[in-house]
């Protein structure tokens, strides 16, 4: 089965600290993609970053960076300069010609 | 101004009942699908379709069914097969079903048995 684990269920961060989410997943697929999704309290999800498993350069979106080590099954999300807009839930999700797999999310709280 | 709209934005299910869940999109997108969202568990998917008049099951298909006779509409009804309703339901679409394409969610339907 595919799987995505997100081990830490809560996280928090001091406003313009960094902080890294990690998520692990697990896929016999050869051909996919990898993707972070932010839900903030209006819970409408939304895409924060999106990466091709077949690239080894991490994508980078602004404050938001990826490490990803395709060896190791492990695709973890880095915030730079944390800002009280990015409290949220945060979803790390396996997309694949298969299988469509999200993990259980990072709850997010950025103290002030 | 494109997106995904969903409605109602809650709604009350008695036993035995069944209740549809609308979402419309105008992206222009082929692709649309459902999950269910519940505390604590990562998002499922409940159906997907990838044109008009074809749909597939997800991974937790059971008690629920779908339709999608425009390339803007794709309803989910859930039906009092489903014994555990309650839950928030997100729609998404995307531009077709193929790797790596993004997904656009909509704002959400949450679903409470009375």
């Known amino acids: 089965a595919q799987t995505v684990t997100q081990s830490q269920p809560e996280m928090s961060v001091q406003e313009a600290e960094t902080v890294t989410l990690s998520c692990t997943y697990d896929?016999?697929?050869?051909?996919?993609?990898l993707f972070w999704y932010k839900q903030p309290p209006s819970r409408q999800m939304i895409l924060v970053i999106r990466?091709?498993?077949?690239?080894?350069q991490n994508a980078t979106e602004n404050r938001f960076s990826v490490n990803f080590q395709k060896a190791a099954k492990s695709f973890s999300l880095k915030i730079s300069d944390s800002q009280l807009g990015d409290a949220a839930m945060y979803s790390c999700y396996q997309g694949g010609s298969e299988k469509l797999v999200f993990g259980k999310g990072t709850k997010l709280t950025v103290n002030p | 101004d494109g997106g995904i709209t969903q409605s109602p934005k809650y709604l009350f299910r008695k036993e035995g009942q069944n209740v549809t869940l609308s979402c419309e999109q105008n992206l222009n997108h082929d692709a649309m699908y459902w999950y269910r969202q519940d505390p604590g568990q990562g998002l499922r998917l409940i159906y997907y379709s990838q044109i008009v008049n074809d749909f597939q099951k997800g991974d937790i298909a059971e008690g629920y069914s779908v339709s999608r006779e425009k390339k803007e509409s794709f309803p989910l009804t859930v039906t009092s097969a489903q014994k555990n309703p309650t839950a928030f339901y997100l729609c998404?679409?995307?531009?077709?079903?193929?790797?790596?394409?993004?997904?656009?969610f909509g704002p959400g339907t949450r679903l409470l048995v009375l």
């Open positions: 998404a679409s995307s531009i077709n079903r193929g790797v790596g394409e993004t997904q656009y």
């Open positions: 896929t016999s697929e050869s051909d996919y993609y």
């Open positions: 990466q091709e498993a077949y690239k080894q």
